[in-house]
Nanobody, 124 residues
Framework: QVQLAESGGGLVQAGGSLRLSCAAS????????MGWFRQAPGKEREFVAS????????YYSDSVKGRFIISRDNAKNTVYLQMNSLKPEDTAVYYC?????????????????WGQGTQVTVSS
Protein backbone atom coordinates (compact mmCIF):
# COMPACT_ATOMS: atom_id res chain seq x y z
CA GLN A 1 0.00 0.00 0.00
CA VAL A 2 1.02 3.56 -0.70
CA GLN A 3 -0.49 6.38 1.29
CA LEU A 4 -0.62 9.80 -0.36
CA ALA A 5 -1.36 13.12 1.32
CA GLU A 6 -1.75 16.34 -0.66
CA SER A 7 -1.25 19.81 0.77
CA GLY A 8 -0.82 23.36 -0.42
CA GLY A 9 -4.23 24.11 -1.84
CA GLY A 10 -6.10 27.30 -1.09
CA LEU A 11 -7.66 30.44 -2.46
CA VAL A 12 -5.66 32.59 -4.87
CA GLN A 13 -6.41 35.39 -7.27
CA ALA A 14 -6.18 34.91 -11.00
CA GLY A 15 -2.59 35.29 -12.15
CA GLY A 16 -1.24 34.04 -8.85
CA SER A 17 0.71 30.92 -7.97
CA LEU A 18 0.41 27.92 -5.68
CA ARG A 19 2.61 24.92 -5.04
CA LEU A 20 0.96 21.64 -4.22
CA SER A 21 2.83 18.89 -2.43
CA CYS A 22 2.04 15.21 -2.18
CA ALA A 23 3.83 13.21 0.50
CA ALA A 24 4.00 9.45 0.04
CA SER A 25 4.53 6.73 2.59
CA UNK A 26 4.29 2.96 2.82
CA UNK A 27 6.35 1.72 -0.12
CA UNK A 28 9.49 2.71 -1.99
CA UNK A 29 8.49 6.01 -3.55
CA UNK A 30 11.04 5.81 -6.35
CA UNK A 31 9.36 2.68 -7.71
CA UNK A 32 6.29 4.69 -8.66
CA UNK A 33 5.47 7.10 -11.42
CA MET A 34 3.32 9.93 -10.13
CA GLY A 35 0.49 11.98 -11.52
CA TRP A 36 -1.69 14.94 -10.69
CA PHE A 37 -5.35 14.99 -11.66
CA ARG A 38 -8.14 17.43 -10.91
CA GLN A 39 -11.90 17.42 -10.72
CA ALA A 40 -14.08 20.48 -10.93
CA PRO A 41 -17.71 20.49 -9.73
CA GLY A 42 -19.95 18.70 -12.18
CA LYS A 43 -17.04 17.54 -14.32
CA GLU A 44 -15.09 14.35 -14.69
CA ARG A 45 -11.64 13.91 -13.23
CA GLU A 46 -9.01 15.04 -15.71
CA PHE A 47 -5.30 14.59 -16.16
CA VAL A 48 -3.04 17.51 -15.25
CA ALA A 49 0.57 16.28 -15.19
CA SER A 50 2.67 13.20 -14.60
CA UNK A 51 6.30 12.33 -13.97
CA UNK A 52 8.30 9.15 -14.37
CA UNK A 53 9.73 7.47 -11.32
CA UNK A 54 13.15 9.08 -11.61
CA UNK A 55 11.81 12.37 -12.94
CA UNK A 56 13.33 12.11 -16.38
CA UNK A 57 10.03 12.32 -18.24
CA UNK A 58 7.14 14.68 -17.63
CA TYR A 59 3.78 15.12 -19.33
CA TYR A 60 1.20 17.87 -19.18
CA SER A 61 -2.30 18.46 -20.37
CA ASP A 62 -2.62 21.13 -23.02
CA SER A 63 -4.60 23.30 -20.63
CA VAL A 64 -1.71 23.65 -18.15
CA LYS A 65 1.34 23.29 -20.39
CA GLY A 66 3.65 26.25 -19.95
CA ARG A 67 2.03 27.25 -16.64
CA PHE A 68 2.40 24.21 -14.36
CA ILE A 69 5.53 22.28 -13.48
CA ILE A 70 5.61 18.81 -11.96
CA SER A 71 8.69 17.67 -10.06
CA ARG A 72 9.65 15.12 -7.46
CA ASP A 73 12.18 14.63 -4.70
CA ASN A 74 12.66 10.92 -4.15
CA ALA A 75 14.78 11.55 -1.05
CA LYS A 76 11.76 13.29 0.51
CA ASN A 77 9.13 10.93 -0.93
CA THR A 78 7.32 13.95 -2.32
CA VAL A 79 5.94 15.09 -5.65
CA TYR A 80 5.16 18.74 -6.34
CA LEU A 81 2.97 20.71 -8.68
CA GLN A 82 4.02 24.32 -9.16
CA MET A 83 1.07 26.20 -10.57
CA ASN A 84 1.69 29.63 -12.10
CA SER A 85 -0.53 32.11 -13.93
CA LEU A 86 -3.58 30.52 -12.40
CA LYS A 87 -6.95 31.00 -14.04
CA PRO A 88 -10.47 30.65 -12.64
CA GLU A 89 -10.90 27.52 -14.77
CA ASP A 90 -8.11 25.87 -12.77
CA THR A 91 -10.48 25.76 -9.79
CA ALA A 92 -10.87 22.12 -8.77
CA VAL A 93 -9.94 19.50 -6.24
CA TYR A 94 -6.43 18.33 -7.09
CA TYR A 95 -5.43 14.72 -6.50
CA CYS A 96 -2.06 13.06 -6.64
CA UNK A 97 -1.81 9.45 -7.73
CA UNK A 98 0.84 6.74 -7.82
CA UNK A 99 1.42 4.12 -10.48
CA UNK A 100 3.84 1.24 -9.94
CA UNK A 101 6.56 1.28 -12.56
CA UNK A 102 8.69 3.77 -14.41
CA UNK A 103 6.30 5.03 -17.07
CA UNK A 104 4.17 8.08 -16.38
CA UNK A 105 0.79 7.93 -18.05
CA UNK A 106 -2.12 10.30 -18.54
CA UNK A 107 -5.12 8.11 -17.79
CA UNK A 108 -6.54 7.84 -14.29
CA UNK A 109 -7.41 4.15 -14.45
CA UNK A 110 -3.72 3.28 -14.74
CA UNK A 111 -2.96 4.70 -11.29
CA UNK A 112 -3.15 2.43 -8.29
CA UNK A 113 -3.20 4.78 -5.31
CA TRP A 114 -4.83 8.14 -4.73
CA GLY A 115 -4.70 10.89 -2.16
CA GLN A 116 -7.73 12.54 -0.61
CA GLY A 117 -7.38 15.72 -2.66
CA THR A 118 -6.76 19.38 -1.93
CA GLN A 119 -9.01 22.24 -2.99
CA VAL A 120 -7.67 24.96 -5.27
CA THR A 121 -9.89 27.98 -5.84
CA VAL A 122 -8.90 30.74 -8.23
CA SER A 123 -10.90 33.95 -8.01
CA SER A 124 -11.31 36.30 -10.94
Amino acid sequence: QVQLAESGGGLVQAGGSLRLSCAASGRTFSNYAMGWFRQAPGKEREFVASISRRGGSTYYSDSVKGRFIISRDNAKNTVYLQMNSLKPEDTAVYYCAARWGSIATTTSYEYDYWGQGTQVTVSS
